[in-house]
């Protein structure tokens, strides 16, 4: 169960890494192995570092990786590989996380009381 803050940065994320997903996979598809330019890094790292953050042990995508390096610039596909991986793990997150009711999916929230309407899991388990 999350709490409602933990809801709220959930959907920031989610929305963040789409976009830096879609903008990188663009530049990618033109030039794979060209450098990110430090400006978008630094906005990929801070959120890399959000989502480590809430994602925690359990759902974190790679046990040894936190951020990209600074000195170390990576190329557009390693950026945009990273970021799928996020968002796969954001998704997980999220979908363990949620439950129908009467055919509207919900958050499962820690705060009683609450109810917060979201979307199904992109992977429903039968």
């Known amino acids: 169960m999350l709490t409602i803050d933990q809801i709220n940065e959930l959907e920031k994320l989610i929305g963040q890494l789409?976009?830096?997903?879609?903008?990188?996979?663009?530049?990618?598809?033109?030039?794979?192995?060209?450098?990110?330019?430090?400006?978008?890094?630094?906005?990929v790292n801070e959120?890399?570092?959000?989502?480590?953050?809430?994602?925690?042990?359990?759902?974190?995508?790679?046990?040894?990786?936190?951020?990209?390096?600074?000195?170390?610039?990576?190329?557009?596909?390693?950026?945009?590989l990273v970021l799928s991986q996020y968002m796969q793990s954001l998704?997980?997150?999220?979908s363990d996380n949620v439950y129908i009711d009467f055919g509207t999916w919900y958050y499962k929230t820690k705060d009683k009381g609450n109810k917060i309407q979201t979307g199904p899991p992109t992977k429903l388990k039968k």
């Open 91 to 94: 998704e997980k997150l999220r």
């Open 18 to 43: 789409i976009g830096l997903h879609t903008e990188l996979a663009t530049l990618s598809k033109k030039s794979p192995n060209d450098a990110v330019n430090s400006f978008k890094l630094r906005f």
């Open 47 to 80: 959120a890399l570092i959000k989502c480590n953050k809430l994602l925690g042990a359990e759902y974190k995508p790679f046990e040894d990786f936190n951020q990209f390096n600074d000195d170390d610039i990576p190329s557009n596909s390693d950026v945009t």
